[in-house]
């Protein structure tokens, strides 16, 4: 047997041994989320799906996000082919999903979508390193119809407080703070969304 061969057949029992990996490590849903999202292979690592069925929930991990300008177009990919896939399954036809970013067990930025498709709710934090994964201004640009905003642990000042990036939100139901907004930020949500819970 010569070497050229031989280098071959390792490769191939290689092969056969990721492939097995992979098809022990992942159920089938799981598997269909990391095919549907290939495209992003390099962009985020897939980490793990669980299913809270008391909340009709389908929570799927995602880490190690790329950061770069179109992170957030990345993360909007992401989410609808996700949704598009559990809506798929007949068990989940009615559940919410939910999209988790996260980093060292932090989540980075999160997205629930309900089974009509309405994007319910975003989370957001800092990083490591004190950035936002997705500009504040550029969230409300994305997702203006979202019913609940959490913004955690951060946000710049000048964003937070910022009138400017509140404006394109249209149906803002609960809106939550780690740390107290402006008076004229809090004075704005009440004009606008009479009926909005303000936390902080």
């Given amino acids: 047997m010569n070497k050229k061969r031989k280098r071959y057949i390792v490769i191939c029992i290689i092969i ?22 290939i495209n992003h292979f390099f962009d985020v690592d897939f980490d793990k799906i669980y299913v809270v069925d008391d909340d009709k929930e389908v929570c799927i991990c995602f880490k190690h996000l790329i950061e770069t300008k ?29 999209v988790y970013y996260t980093h060292a067990h932090r989540t980075m930025f999160s997205i629930r979508i309900k089974p009509d498709n309405e994007v319910y709710s975003i989370y957001s ?44 939100f249209n149906e803002l139901e609960v809106v939550e703070y780690s740390t107290k907004p402006s008076d004229e930020v809090i004075r704005y949500l009440k004009e606008k969304f009479p009926n909005c819970k303000i936390e902080y």
């Avoid at 990721?18 to 990391?34: A, D, G, P, V």
């Avoid at 179109?70 to 939910?98: E, L, P, Q, S, W």
Wanted: glycine fraction near 2%; charged fraction near 30%; include cysteine.
């Fill in 70 to 98: 179109d992170t957030h177009k990345i993360i909007k990919d992401i989410a609808k082919k996700c949704k598009k896939i559990v809506c798929g399954n007949k068990n989940y036809v009615d559940y919410d999903v939910c």
């Fill in 125 to 168: 934090s800092i990083n490591i390193n004190k950035k936002v994964v997705i500009p504040f201004s550029t969230i409300s640009k994305d997702y203006p119809d979202i019913k609940k905003l959490v913004l955690d642990d951060y946000y710049p000042e000048s964003e937070l407080n910022d009138i400017k990036n509140y404006k394109n």
């Fill in 16 to 37: 056969l041994l990721l492939f097995s990996y992979w098809m022990l490590r992942y159920n089938s849903l799981e598997k269909k989320i990391i095919i549907g999202n």
